[in-house]
């Protein structure tokens, strides 16, 4: 076992879906037990967190951590297997861009816990109590990590060298990634490991594209019968495979569903959001204010979409830490 | 921002906003003025790049309907404004701060006046926020 390198794989503010990616991995799963030595991974194994802190700086060969981080713990979570990881490859949309929890950076925590523990319809809270970071019960303190009030992308926190997006990354990607770590064929830090082209450009769909595309109306995908072989936008659907980088595999399009964006941006785009808002409206046929307004009101919720993965990268919605800030 | 000195950021189309006049001369009149050859050439991302350097507002000044330069530059930026204007109000930033113009003023003589304006408007909105 000593001589096996070492993997960790841990959750930050993730939903597991990262990991149940990585389960999906099916028999290579097996084989790769076989040649390296898992340390950490609360979703399917039992460890204890003072086994990592045991353990000598950078002695874990890689640490796949994926989820955005939202807490204290999260924050020291990162921190510990950074110092004890020579690589950490931050998997999944929230890792590297914050994800759709990302999102909740549109209210304030005050907005958050307010609507959480008193406003919400299903919520009894007469003394209208809060979660607290220390409470004392009988003599003793019981502790809740700090809600913090924003949420972060995990290298706005520790410093990370490797991103796989994706909600969830695909299983071929991960096992991509995983070998190029065995084997030492690794890219510069600070690579994404997943293709360089935009979605668009290996959707099977884009041959049926029309050569000049003018969106009259935009519709909602529950609104409409998609013709499962057309592009999304050539039918005023929207799709946010112009501005999103490709390799998850299309399973969206395959199942008759427009590009969410969980592949973030292409690379050296900063900010989808905003490209992918360019993007759009160019198509819009629109020559007047009026008819520009007439067109634009159908979309509900514009930051939201545009935004949906990448709100705490963007250039407004990212922010730095409160520590960082003080150094 | 201070009380009565918001930072405002305006772009203008160099076809249809002071061509006829010096733009040093214009320049020395009024701070963050970036005049550009198309207001089509202004990118989304140019805007959110100035509120998150500190701008308090973004004024655009583009050419009128159907005198673009370059066929349709101008409705092309009203597009993502009138767009990005719905996203900002989600981060927290009032429609208002950013506004677009489509006329055409040769002398460039307007632009102090509607920055002057635009700059009266943020001083009743007050400091951004969020950000």
Known sequence: MADKPKVAVYWLGACAGCDESIVDLNETLLQLAQVVDIVLWPVAMDFKYAHIEALKDGEISLSILSGSVRNSDHEEMAGLLRKKSKLVLALGACACFGGTAGLANFKTKEEIFSWVYLDAPTVVNPEARFPQTETRVDGKVLTLPEFYDHVYTLDQIIEVDYYLPGCPPPPDLIANAVNSVLTGDLPPIGSTLAPRMALCDTCSRNKKKPSKMEITQIKRIHEVEADPDSCFLAEGIICMGPATRTGCGETCMKTNLPCRGCFGPPPGVVGAGPKYLSALTSLIKAEKTEEIHEIIKDIVDPAGYFYRFTQPSSILGRKKPKKQMEE | ?131
Not at chain 2, 58 to 86: A, P, W
Not at chain 2, 88 to 110: A, H, K, V, W
């Open chain 2, 1 to 131: 921002m201070a009380e009565s000195n918001p930072k405002l950021v305006c772009f203008s189309c160099k076809f249809g906003w002071g061509y006829l006049s010096e733009e040093s001369a214009l320049a020395s009149k009024i701070t963050n003025w970036i005049p550009v050859v198309c207001s089509g050439k202004i990118d989304t991302s140019h805007i959110l790049k100035a509120f998150r350097a500190g701008a308090d507002g973004v004024l655009i000044l583009g050419c009128s309907e159907g005198h673009c330069h370059f066929q349709d530059g101008n409705i092309q930026t009203e597009k993502k404004v009138l767009l990005l204007q719905k996203v900002l109000e989600t981060f927290g930033i009032e429609q208002e701060r950013l506004e677009i113009q489509l006329s055409m003023d040769p002398d460039g003589q307007n632009i102090p006046l509607l920055i002057k304006k635009m700059e009266e408007n943020l001083i009743k909105l007050g400091p951004i926020k969020r950000l």
